[in-house]
C-alpha cells in the first residue's frame, strides 16, 4: 500500500520553463491538496480538490495551475516557473466531507534558477 | 498574518525527559487541531489531533492539550527518546467556506533533538 506518491523527488529548472509534478493516491480518498514548504514558513496551501471534477484556489495559488485527472490523481503545474516557486511540495488527500487527517507524499524539491 | 504559531524554531531534550512543543492560534473558528511529524526528506506524518471540544487527547507517549480561552495548545512527549528527534508541525483545521473539505492551516515548526 504506497500512500501517496510523488513524482519527481527532485528537479531543477531555469527560469521561464514548465513543468507538472504528479500526484497519486491508493487510499480512494475524494480530497487531494497540494501545499508548499519554505523555510520559517511552514506549509502553505496552493490548491484543492475536494471531489473528483473540483479544483479550487488556496492561501497561495499564484504562478500554478491544477487538474484533477480523476479520483486518483491530480497534478500540479508550473507555467513560468520562477525563482519564488523554489521550495518543497507536498501532495496531501484525505477522505473529504469533515475528515481532517491528511496524509502527505514524500515531497519534490524543486529549483528555480 | 501567521494564523498558527510556533514560537520555538528548536527545542534540546534529554532522553527519558519531557518535551514540551507549543503552539498558538488566533482564529477562533478553528475547531480541530492536529500535530504532525516530520523527518528530513519524508512527508509529514499525523501524530495526534485534538477537537475543539476536548482540552486533553492522549496516546502512548504524546498527550495534546488545548486551551481555548487562550488560543493555546501543547504537544508533551513523555519519556523523550532519540527517534522523536524531527519537526513538530501543528495545525489548525476548519471547514471551507464551501463546506466541501477542510482547511489545514500549519504553524512554522519546531525541531526536536532529543540527546542520548
Known amino acids: 500500500n504506497a500512500g501517496v506518491t510523488q513524482t519527481p523527488k527532485f528537479q531543477v529548472l531555469k527560469t521561464g520553463q514548465s513543468m507538472t509534478l504528479q500526484c497519486a493516491q491508493d487510499?480512494?480518498?475524494?480530497?487531494m491538496y497540494w501545499y508548499r514548504q519554505d523555510p520559517g514558513m511552514g506549509l502553505r496551501l496552493i490548491y484543492y480538490?475536494?471531489?473528483?471534477?473540483?479544483?479550487d484556489k488556496g492561501e497561495v495559488p499564484n504562478g500554478y495551475n491544477v487538474s484533477r485527472l480523476n479520483k486518483r490523481e491530480f497534478s500540479l503545474r508550473l507555467e513560468s516557473a520562477a525563482p519564488s516557486q523554489t521550495s518543497v511540495y507536498f501532495c496531501a488527500s484525505n477522505q473529504g466531507g469533515g475528515g481532517e487527517k491528511l496524509f502527505f507524499g514524500s515531497g519534490t524539491q524543486l529549483s528555480v534558477l | 498574518d501567521q494564523q498558527v504559531k510556533q514560537n520555538s524554531p528548536s527545542l534540546s531534550v534529554q532522553e527519558g525527559r519531557i518535551s514540551i512543543l507549543n503552539c498558538d492560534y488566533t482564529?477562533?473558528?478553528?475547531?480541530?487541531f492536529l500535530w504532525y511529524k516530520k523527518y528530513p526528506a519524508e512527508g509529514p506524518t499525523f501524530l495526534i489531533s485534538i477537537s475543539s471540544i476536548k482540552d486533553k487527547n492522549e496516546d502512548g507517549r504524546f498527550t495534546v492539550f488545548l486551551n481555548k480561552s487562550a488560543k493555546h495548545l501543547s504537544l508533551h512527549i513523555v519519556p523523550s527518546q532519540p527517534g522523536d528527534s524531527a519537526v513538530y508541525f501543528c495545525a489548525a483545521s476548519v471547514v471551507f467556506s464551501s463546506g466541501s473539505a477542510r482547511q489545514l492551516t500549519f504553524g512554522s515548526g519546531t525541531q526536536l533533538t532529543v540527546l542520548p
Open positions: 482564529n477562533s473558528m478553528f475547531d480541530y
Open positions: 480538490s475536494a471531489s473528483e471534477g473540483t479544483t
Open positions: 487510499m480512494n480518498h475524494n480530497s
